[in-house]
């Protein structure tokens, strides 16, 4: 919301030494966000004034209309100007800049010879003014602006302001106008504050335009006025145009200003119609199924039955709150006009507004909360100003459709904001602030407040507090630290994720944040199967983007993208890592619908706890939601530099990324070859621990590469943290220390080429704790593996080191040669392992 400073010092009566920027320093500290001030006209000087065009002599010399002209500014001599524009006439008022002055941005102005004439100034558009981006020709004053030549046109347009930029927050609609923020800057500053729609018109005897209302809940306040005979070509005063022009709203006719005038002044959007096109009495309803209306801009939409519309005996002339019908708009010929104020449903218009995509000013307001009290007066004031600037007659009369709202009060305690602020304000000076606010208030140490109707977001003591605190200023709320509680900490949940953090880091991941979104194209670029879980994902009701609707199930999307973006970037040494959770709808137990038990949850009243069924239920209805972190990795996993060659990142890496986490939980990973999507199906590892699969890691299957634009030989992990936290160690083991040597023992094994190397390294561990000998077996690891000739065809050959060694003595060679033939007997049991030569 844009407000300048002149509009809003006529509402509220503000020092006069108060600078927009001061003014702005009070609104931020009572809570509203100024984004920022800007200073209209600040680079802009002078002489500039009107002008009266005497003359033109067309140059046709030259490939393009150049004019030459003699302008009137109140001298004895006329001002010859040259001028490209060729939007007006000899004997039409235009604005001069005179040789001397500088326009915004810091053109300077001075006489020149151009196309063979002295040119003495220049004739103004109203973008070199700084008014607006409209660039269609020169600035052209009507006669009723009631302008003569050389009368200073800086004032005259009102081209210095200043203009505060305030972002309305969900729960202040009520700041989307000049008069709430006024309300807000006078009791900033403890001024008198002038109500614009302080006086309420009377009550009218007759009723105007046939109207009725088919859903109160939709619309609980519906008034229509008319006026007759408007002149069509009557001009919007330049005041009224500057004003809409600084609040960013582009000038069209007289009836479609004032109603956007009075939008910004007031906070209440108006409509008006031509009434010569609406056929019958309106009807305020819902849309009927299969209903379409075609909209001011041109657009035909196919309506939905929660759309609340104003129709007439053509059908649907407004989608109410949100967009004008093209049948029913003001035109160059509208001279009877009908003015709609209304109240409709927060709610119902802010869900047409996202479902058509189309946001208005007037949507904005209403999405919001627009004063139930407020239309009587701002549709008189819309008549008032037709009358008195388009010469229209007003006609008597007045269709006043109102459904009773009584309002709520709220009771609070007075001592209630000195608790929540840890400060004594005193029973005064909170009903004093809530008075500033607009409530009523009575009661002594129990308070019952009724909150003002432009404050439909005041609705429990805490609401109330919150008002009392911010203007009181929350700068003066005294800053103490607070003190912890002994023997609190972090849960051991905490303590793993923080340590799984910062392992990972530690191997140079750089954690990256997603949006934890997904689509269902994604499941068809991770190749998934058409009946893999993933691809059951829960859909947003209102997604951030129709792009990505879903709730992820997986985090390799958005690593993907993280990873694509950074590459595409020119970082091809990329290893990023993500933990955050994913959201798997529950499976329905035998018997049950997926349905029923992904059902809309309940809602319990806030004035108890909820009840043991609505716990189960609200359960039932959430989705599973596992912790997961994730990997991906691509170009080197080591640089290359002065030592040598780098090495590219491979699947073993992926699989290391996943040990990293394990050993951070105390969890032995078990890895076997697998086939999963997204991965290649010949490098894929899955994951285990204390038998459940956790996770997969390997490289990307190509169609994944290249859906996803990764960098070839991409590679990426995912391991499920719920399911290893409960196998992880509470306590971190010591490792054991011993002064006694270690004793090894090399083995060869052939085996069939499809036998998994952790299916063998699982059978020697085996043979070695049948043995008895698993106390000494400090750890066996795969150094070599040959697939040539000598390990025979369809074989491969696997070489493993154990190592055995005793915390109480020095083991001899008979021990650990009998350990490694035990070991080796049991792989040849286990696996078919031969013993190679």
Request: charge should be negative.
């Given at each position: 919301?844009?407000?300048?400073?002149?509009?809003?010092?006529?509402?509220?009566?503000?020092?006069?030494?108060?600078?927009?920027?001061?003014?702005?320093?009070?609104?931020?500290?009572?809570?509203?966000?100024?984004?920022?001030?800007?200073?209209?006209?600040?680079?802009?000087?002078?002489?500039?004034?009107?002008?009266?065009?005497?003359?033109?002599?067309?140059?046709?010399?030259?490939?393009?209309?150049?004019?030459?002209?003699?302008?009137?500014?109140?001298?004895?001599?006329?001002?010859?100007?040259?001028?490209?524009?060729?939007?007006?006439?000899?004997?039409?008022?235009?604005?001069?800049?005179?040789?001397?002055?500088?326009?915004?941005?810091?053109?300077?102005?001075?006489?020149?010879?151009?196309?063979?004439?002295?040119?003495?100034?220049?004739?103004?558009?109203?973008?070199?003014?700084?008014?607006?981006?409209?660039?269609?020709?020169?600035?052209?004053?009507?006669?009723?602006?009631?302008?003569?030549?050389?009368?200073?046109?800086?004032?005259?347009?009102?081209?210095?302001?200043?203009?505060?930029?305030?972002?309305?927050?969900?729960?202040?609609?009520?700041?989307?106008?000049?008069?709430?923020?006024?309300?807000?800057?006078?009791?900033?500053?403890?001024?008198?504050?002038?109500?614009?729609?302080?006086?309420?018109?009377?009550?009218?005897?007759?009723?105007?335009?046939?109207?009725?209302?088919?859903?109160?809940?939709?619309?609980?306040?519906?008034?229509?006025?008319?006026?007759?005979?408007?002149?069509?070509?009557?001009?919007?005063?330049?005041?009224?145009?500057?004003?809409?022009?600084?609040?960013?709203?582009?000038?069209?006719?007289?009836?479609?200003?004032?109603?956007?005038?009075?939008?910004?002044?007031?906070?209440?959007?108006?409509?008006?119609?031509?009434?010569?096109?609406?056929?019958?009495?309106?009807?305020?309803?819902?849309?009927?199924?299969?209903?379409?209306?075609?909209?001011?801009?041109?657009?035909?939409?196919?309506?939905?039955?929660?759309?609340?519309?104003?129709?007439?005996?053509?059908?649907?002339?407004?989608?109410?709150?949100?967009?004008?019908?093209?049948?029913?708009?003001?035109?160059?010929?509208?001279?009877?006009?009908?003015?709609?104020?209304?109240?409709?449903?927060?709610?119902?218009?802010?869900?047409?507004?996202?479902?058509?995509?189309?946001?208005?000013?007037?949507?904005?307001?209403?999405?919001?909360?627009?004063?139930?009290?407020?239309?009587?007066?701002?549709?008189?004031?819309?008549?008032?100003?037709?009358?008195?600037?388009?010469?229209?007659?007003?006609?008597?009369?007045?269709?006043?459709?109102?459904?009773?709202?009584?309002?709520?009060?709220?009771?609070?305690?007075?001592?209630?904001?000195?608790?929540?602020?840890?400060?004594?304000?005193?029973?005064?000076?909170?009903?004093?602030?809530l008075r500033d606010v607009g409530c009523e208030v009575s009661g002594d140490d129990v308070l019952t407040v009724t909150p003002p109707s432009w404050r439909p977001d005041l609705r429990d003591p805490n609401d109330l507090a919150e008002e009392v605190i911010r203007l009181e200023g929350y700068e003066n709320i005294p800053a103490r630290t607070p003190r912890s509680v002994a023997g609190r900490g972090l849960t051991p949940a905490q303590r793993l994720r923080r340590r799984v953090g910062r392992a990972l880091a530690a191997n140079g991941y750089a954690e990256v944040l997603n949006y934890p979104f997904a689509s269902e194209d994604d499941w068809d670029a991770l190749q998934l199967p058409a009946d893999d879980d993933r691809r059951r994902a829960l859909r947003l009701a209102n997604p951030l983007t129709d792009e990505e609707p879903l709730l992820r199930t997986t985090l390799l999307p958005g690593l993907f993208r993280a990873l694509g973006r950074n590459a595409g970037r020119g970082f091809g040494d990329v290893a990023l890592f993500e933990m955050g959770l994913v959201y798997r709808p529950k499976r329905a137990p035998s018997g049950v619908a997926?349905?029923?038990?992904?059902?809309?949850?309940?809602?319990?009243?806030?004035?108890?706890?909820?009840?043991?069924?609505?716990?189960?239920?609200?359960?039932?209805?959430?989705?599973?939601?596992?912790?997961?972190?994730?990997?991906?990795?691509?170009?080197?996993?080591?640089?290359?530099?002065?030592?040598?060659?780098?090495?590219?990142?491979?699947?073993?890496?992926?699989?290391?990324?996943?040990?990293?986490?394990?050993?951070?939980?105390?969890?032995?990973?078990?890895?076997?070859?697998?086939?999963?999507?997204?991965?290649?199906?010949?490098?894929?590892?899955?994951?285990?621990?204390?038998?459940?699969?956790?996770?997969?890691?390997?490289?990307?299957?190509?169609?994944?590469?290249?859906?996803?634009?990764?960098?070839?030989?991409?590679?990426?992990?995912?391991?499920?943290?719920?399911?290893?936290?409960?196998?992880?160690?509470?306590?971190?083991?010591?490792?054991?220390?011993?002064?006694?040597?270690?004793?090894?023992?090399?083995?060869?094994?052939?085996?069939?080429?499809?036998?998994?190397?952790?299916?063998?390294?699982?059978?020697?561990?085996?043979?070695?704790?049948?043995?008895?000998?698993?106390?000494?077996?400090?750890?066996?690891?795969?150094?070599?593996?040959?697939?040539?000739?000598?390990?025979?065809?369809?074989?491969?050959?696997?070489?493993?080191?154990?190592?055995?060694?005793?915390?109480?003595?020095?083991?001899?060679?008979?021990?650990?040669?009998?350990?490694?033939?035990?070991?080796?007997?049991?792989?040849?049991?286990?696996?078919?392992?031969?013993?190679?030569?």
């Amino acid at each position: 919301m844009r407000v300048p400073v002149s509009w809003l010092r006529e509402y509220a009566e503000l020092p006069a030494g108060a600078t927009a920027r001061d003014i702005a320093h009070k609104l931020i500290a009572a809570g509203l966000e100024v984004e920022s001030v800007d200073e209209l006209g600040a680079d802009l000087a002078g002489p500039l004034v009107v002008g009266r065009v005497l003359a033109i002599e067309e140059l046709t010399e030259f490939k393009k209309p150049i004019r030459y002209c003699q302008v009137d500014i109140g001298n004895p001599e006329p001002q010859n100007i040259v001028c490209g524009a060729t939007n007006f006439a000899a004997g039409e008022l235009v604005v001069v800049i005179l040789p001397g002055g500088v326009l915004p941005g810091g053109f300077e102005i001075g006489a020149r010879k151009t196309y063979g004439r002295v040119s003495e100034g220049m004739i103004c558009s109203e973008r070199e003014l700084g008014m607006g981006d409209g660039h269609d020709g020169i600035l052209v004053l009507p006669e009723s602006a009631g302008a003569v030549p050389g009368q200073d046109a800086i004032e005259l347009l009102q081209l210095r302001d200043e203009v505060l930029d305030i972002a309305v927050t969900p729960d202040r609609g009520y700041t989307a106008s000049i008069r709430g923020v006024a309300r807000e800057a006078a009791t900033a500053y403890g001024a008198p504050f002038n109500d614009p729609a302080g006086v309420e018109p009377p009550e009218a005897t007759t009723t105007s335009y046939p109207a009725s209302v088919a859903d109160p809940e939709a619309c609980s306040s519906y008034v229509l006025r008319e006026v007759r005979g408007l002149d069509p070509a009557a001009p919007s005063p330049i005041s009224l145009m500057r004003r809409l022009q600084k609040c960013g709203v582009r000038s069209i006719s007289l009836a479609v200003d004032v109603t956007n005038y009075l939008m910004l002044e007031l906070g209440q959007p108006l409509h008006a119609w031509d009434r010569g096109k609406l056929k019958g009495p309106i009807v305020v309803r819902r849309a009927a199924r299969g209903e379409r209306m075609e909209t001011l801009d041109h657009v035909v939409r196919d309506l939905d039955p929660e759309d609340i519309l104003i129709t007439d005996d053509s059908g649907p002339v407004n989608i109410a709150g949100v967009m004008g019908g093209l049948t029913t708009e003001i035109d160059e010929k509208s001279t009877d006009i009908v003015i709609e104020a209304a109240h409709f449903s927060p709610e119902a218009i802010a869900r047409t507004a996202r479902r058509h995509k189309l946001h208005s000013d007037s949507s904005y307001r209403f999405e919001r909360g627009v004063d139930r009290e407020l239309q009587r007066q701002a549709a008189a004031a819309a008549v008032r100003m037709l009358a008195e600037l388009g010469g229209a007659d007003i006609l008597p009369g007045e269709t006043n459709l109102r459904q009773p709202v009584e309002p709520a009060a709220v009771t609070m305690r007075a001592d209630h904001p000195d608790k929540v602020a840890g400060m004594a304000y005193g029973r005064d000076t909170v009903a004093g602030r809530l008075r500033d606010v607009g409530c009523e208030v009575s009661g002594d140490d129990v308070l019952t407040v009724t909150p003002p109707s432009w404050r439909p977001d005041l609705r429990d003591p805490n609401d109330l507090a919150e008002e009392v605190i911010r203007l009181e200023g929350y700068e003066n709320i005294p800053a103490r630290t607070p003190r912890s509680v002994a023997g609190r900490g972090l849960t051991p949940a905490q303590r793993l994720r923080r340590r799984v953090g910062r392992a990972l880091a530690a191997n140079g991941y750089a954690e990256v944040l997603n949006y934890p979104f997904a689509s269902e194209d994604d499941w068809d670029a991770l190749q998934l199967p058409a009946d893999d879980d993933r691809r059951r994902a829960l859909r947003l009701a209102n997604p951030l983007t129709d792009e990505e609707p879903l709730l992820r199930t997986t985090l390799l999307p958005g690593l993907f993208r993280a990873l694509g973006r950074n590459a595409g970037r020119g970082f091809g040494d990329v290893a990023l890592f993500e933990m955050g959770l994913v959201y798997r709808p529950k499976r329905a137990p035998s018997g049950v619908a997926d349905d029923d038990v992904a059902a809309q949850p309940p809602r319990p009243p806030v004035d108890r706890g909820p009840t043991a069924d609505e716990l189960a239920a609200i359960e039932r209805a959430i989705p599973d939601q596992p912790l997961r972190v994730g990997a991906v990795l691509a170009g080197d996993r080591d640089p290359a530099g002065w030592w040598g060659p780098g090495r590219p990142a491979d699947w073993a890496d992926a699989i290391e990324a996943a040990r990293v986490v394990a050993d951070e939980a105390g969890v032995k990973l078990e890895v076997q070859a697998d086939q999963h999507a997204p991965w290649h199906p010949g490098r894929c590892a899955r994951l285990l621990a204390g038998g459940v699969v956790v996770g997969h890691a390997g490289e990307l299957h190509p169609r994944v590469i290249k859906a996803y634009d990764l960098p070839a030989r991409a590679c990426a992990m995912e391991l499920d943290l719920t399911r290893i936290e409960p196998r992880a160690a509470a306590t971190a083991a010591a490792p054991r220390i011993t002064t006694y040597p270690v004793a090894t023992q090399d083995v060869a094994l052939i085996v069939h080429q499809d036998v998994p190397a952790a299916d063998v390294e699982a059978a020697l561990r085996a043979g070695v704790e049948r043995h008895g000998a698993g106390e000494l077996l400090e750890s066996i690891r795969l150094f070599d593996l040959y697939t040539g000739e000598q390990a025979g065809e369809g074989n491969k050959s696997l070489a493993y080191t154990l190592r055995f060694r005793s915390a109480d003595r020095t083991l001899t060679a008979e021990e650990t040669t009998s350990a490694r033939d035990a070991a080796v007997a049991a792989a040849a049991e286990r696996v078919g392992a031969a013993l190679r030569a």
